[in-house]
């Protein structure tokens, strides 16, 4: 069974930084493109970073771009999502991801089928 664990999230005032992490077990983790959305209050979820297996490509959303970093440590079943300079709206829970299929490695990161989700974990930036 699949479990994906967050950490990392608090409050932090504008321009700050966080970083998350997401522990992974279950499954090979080495084989999936791994994640992360995010859900503001009265807001969908929506895609924020995702990585392939080997770490090669890497996709984050326009409006993070450029502050928000995803890597991974396969050896040690992690993704981390490296979150600078942040905003107000960067408010949020952030929950990590997993791809259903293994061994992608494609571009179209944010449209693949993500089944596999941790509890998230809170965000919040302000002054």
């Known amino acids: 069974q699949v479990q994906l664990v967050e950490s990392g999230g608090g409050w932090v005032r504008p321009g700050g930084s966080l970083r998350l992490s997401c522990a992974a077990s279950?499954?090979?983790?080495?084989?999936?493109?791994m994640g992360w959305f995010r859900q503001a209050p009265g807001k969908e979820r929506e895609f924020v970073a995702a990585i392939t297996p080997d770490g090669g490509t890497t996709d984050v959303a326009l409006s993070v771009e450029g502050r928000f970093i995803i890597s991974r440590d396969n050896a040690k079943n992690s993704v981390y999502l490296e979150m600078n300079r942040l905003k107000l709206e960067d408010t949020a829970d952030y929950y990590c991801?997993?791809?259903?299929?293994?061994?992608?490695?494609?571009?179209?990161?944010?449209?693949?089928?993500?089944?596999?989700w941790g509890q998230g974990t809170r965000v919040t930036v302000s002054s």
């Open positions: 991801t997993q791809d259903r299929n293994p061994y992608y490695s494609g571009t179209h990161l944010p449209s693949l089928k993500y089944d596999y």
């Open positions: 279950g499954r090979t983790f080495s084989r999936y493109v």
